[in-house]
């Protein structure tokens, strides 16, 4: 049975407690207007279908310039502890509160240790029902301008409300799902020579970049490697537009995507020219 750990990560009083409590089916962590009440981890072993989720509830983290006292630093130590260790991360955001820099920088956290990840946009019961479909289009475009190179996709929630643990669990399950199988060369190529029929890259000085096949090389996190011929000549444009279609084609949702460019050596330049002789 595979085990996989699960962190729920935000600022201090977004609901994580709350969460986690409801999930876990026990009043483990204190929940508390104030914040740093949560300090060291809590800890719930959660089965679900054929996996266990080792559930993990962390203090809030806050700005660098308020995060120099004592409490504060061993809450900021064990979050990047367990942060460490998670597969997959239950990041918490405020739905009665725009997307703030101590949101940013957590998030940017997640994202810069590779980690899967599910955005949970909280207290949605507070937003009146006549504002919910102009908070949910204010999260949405966010995200998806904002971290324009992963595709996003935000849940509405009230961990005080809503009771489903199902439907936490489900997208646990399936994120988990998309880390098991490589996908196969047949398929991957298939896709990139019809990317290529349509649009190839744009020549750059004497030569055109070309594509020539692409390999899936990793799942934790997902790495594609693309081969081709001066591939270095690839502009910024061209690489998001394939990162793109590469996470819509294959739904590698809330995940961070990378793509390495490796290229072949011209047997004709100089340098290669040099060396036979």
Known sequence: MDEISVLI????????????????????????????????????????KDIVINLVDVGGLKKKSKSHDKKQKLITKETLKSLKHSDIVLFLTEANSEF?????????????KLKDFIIVVNKIDLIEKSKVSKVKRYFSYFFENTFSDILIKPLFFSAKENKEKDFFFKKIYNLNETKKNIIKNKELNSFINNIKSFNIPAQKGQFRPTIKFIKHVNTKPQIFKIFGNRLQKLNSDYKKYMLKQIIN?????????????ISNKNPFSRSNVAKKR
């Open 100 to 112: 703030t820099k101590n949101d940013k920088q957590i998030f940017r956290l997640v994202l810069n």
């Open 249 to 261: 084609k294959f739904e590698l949702y809330n995940q961070v995507v990378i793509i390495k460019y």
């Open 9 to 48: 990560i935000g600022k201090p009083n977004v609901g994580k407690s709350t969460l986690f409590n409801n999930l876990s089916e026990d009043n483990i962590s204190i929940v508390d207007d104030t914040p740093g009440t949560t300090v060291l981890p809590h800890c719930s072993k959660i089965k679900f």
